[in-house]
C-alpha cells in the first residue's frame, strides 16, 4: 500500500465528550479505536478526510485492552486493505509513524523511532516511540516501514516529551479473534477473564464471575441544553450524533454550510455559519449589503475576509416560555446561511468559504 493512501484508512472520532482516531480493517470490515475514546458512547460518528461523517455503532470493547471495534454504517469496499504486522517486528531505532487527529485538528502524519518494542508501564507492555503524540492522536494506527499496523496509539503518560506509546498488535490480533461472534447491532463487553463476550447488562461475567468494570454498560447522560439544541438539529434533517463535536458542541453541514453550534463561556449559546470569503476586488457593493440590511434576529460579520451569519441568546434566556421561538432561530440559520452562501457567489462575486461542501 502506498503511503499516500494511509489517510484514505484513518479517521476521526467525534462524540459529545470530545474526539480521537480510528482506522478501518478491510478484513474485518470493522474500524479499530481506544476503548477510553468511546467509553460512555454506544453510538458515534466517524469522519473520513472529506469531511464527510458516518454513523458508527461500539460493537466490542475490551477495558483491559483499552481497545474498541466499531460497525460504521456506509460501504468503504473501495479503500485499500490494510495488514498487520507480526507481533515482534520492531527493534529499537526501527522508524515509525503516527496517524491520527490531533487536537480534533485535520489528519497529520508524524515520524519517528522505536524507544522500546516493549515497554512496561502499569503492568501491560506498550511500544514507546518519540514521534509526537497528543490528544485526539488516542486510536490511530502506528505504522511502520512496510505501511503495516504495528500498534494502536494511546497516551499513558501527560506532560511527556518525545514519549509517545501504543498498544502492541498483539493485543489487537487477540481481540479480533472473536469477530465472528460479535453482533454487529448490540453493544458488547469481552471479559479479560475468559474473553466471553457480554452484550446484557451484568455486573459479573456469567461465564466465569470476573467483577466487570463499574458502569461499563451506562451511557454519558446528555445535558438538558444539549437536549435542546439536539431538537433542533433532529429538525434540520441532520442526525445529531454526526453533529456532535465535543460538550455542548456540534459542527455539521446543512446543504453547502457548515454551521458550528456551541456555549461561549458557560454563558451564550452561539450559532455560527462562515458562509463566504469577500471577493478580492470591489467589495463596496457586497459591505453596503451588509451593512444595510436588516437580518434579524441573525448579525452578519466579517473577520478578514470571512464572512460569517451568527446567532447568539443567552443561556438564562431559554426558558420554557421562548424555547420554540429559539429552537425555530437555530432551523432558520442553518437554512438562511444554506441560501445566502449561493446568493453571496451569483450576486456580489464571493467566494464560498472553504468551510463549504459545494460542487464547483
Not at 487536537?103 to 503492568?123: A, I, N, R
Amino acid at each position: 500500500m502506498e503511503q499516500n493512501n494511509i489517510y484514505q484508512l484513518v479517521f476521526k472520532v467525534t462524540h459529545a465528550g470530545g474526539s480521537g482516531s480510528c482506522f478501518y480493517l478491510k478484513d474485518y470490515d470493522l474500524f479499530v479505536t481506544n476503548y477510553h475514546v468511546v467509553k460512555g458512547f454506544h453510538a458515534v460518528a466517524v469522519h473520513d478526510n472529506d469531511r464527510n461523517p458516518y454513523l458508527a455503532k461500539v460493537v466490542l470493547v475490551n477495558p483491559s485492552l483499552d481497545i474498541a471495534l466499531l460497525s460504521v454504517d456506509g460501504d468503504f469496499s473501495a479503500l485499500p486493505s490494510l495488514n498487520l504486522a507480526g507481533d515482534n517486528s520492531l527493534s529499537i531505532g526501527g522508524k515509525v509513524c503516527v496517524a491520527g487527529y490531533p487536537y480534533g485538528m485535520p489528519f497529520t502524519v508524524t515520524e519517528g523511532s522505536v524507544s522500546s518494542p516493549k515497554q512496561l508501564v502499569d503492568g501491560k507492555y506498550y511500544i514507546q516511540t518519540d514521534a509526537a503524540v497528543n490528544p485526539g492522536n488516542s486510536g490511530g494506527p502506528i505504522f511502520n516501514e512496510k505501511n503495516e499496523v504495528v500498534g494502536v496509539t494511546v497516551s499513558k503518560l501527560s506532560n511527556a516529551d518525545n514519549m509517545g506509546f501504543g498498544i502492541r498488535v498483539e493485543a489487537l490480533r487477540k481481540l479480533l479473534e472473536f469477530v465472528e461472534a460479535v453482533d454487529r447491532t448490540a453493544f458488547q463487553v469481552q471479559c479479560d477473564s475468559c474473553d466471553e463476550l457480554i452484550s446484557e447488562e451484568e455486573e459479573f461475567c456469567p461465564s466465569c464471575g470476573e467483577k466487570l468494570p463499574e458502569g461499563i454498560f451506562e451511557e454519558r447522560e446528555p445535558s438538558s441544553l444539549s437536549t435542546f439544541c439536539e431538537r433542533a438539529i433532529r429538525e434540520m434533517g441532520v442526525n445529531p450524533i454526526l453533529a456532535r463535536d465535543g460538550y455542548d458542541s456540534w459542527t455539521f453541514h446543512k446543504g453547502s454550510s457548515e454551521v458550528r453550534i456551541f456555549v461561549y463561556e458557560n454563558t451564550y449559546l452561539f450559532a455560527v455559519s462562515p458562509i463566504n470569503l469577500l471577493p478580492k476586488k470591489e467589495v463596496e457593493r457586497v459591505l453596503d449589503y451588509i451593512l444595510g440590511e436588516d437580518f434579524s434576529p441573525y448579525k452578519l460579520g466579517i473577520e478578514g475576509r470571512q464572512i460569517y451569519i451568527a446567532y447568539r441568546v443567552h443561556l438564562s434566556d431559554i426558558t420554557d416560555a421562548s424555547e420554540d421561538e429559539i429552537l425555530t432561530n437555530l432551523v432558520n440559520l442553518a437554512l438562511k446561511a444554506d441560501e445566502m452562501d449561493n446568493m453571496m457567489v451569483e450576486e456580489f462575486g464571493c467566494e464560498f468559504s472553504e468551510y463549504s461542501k459545494h460542487e464547483d
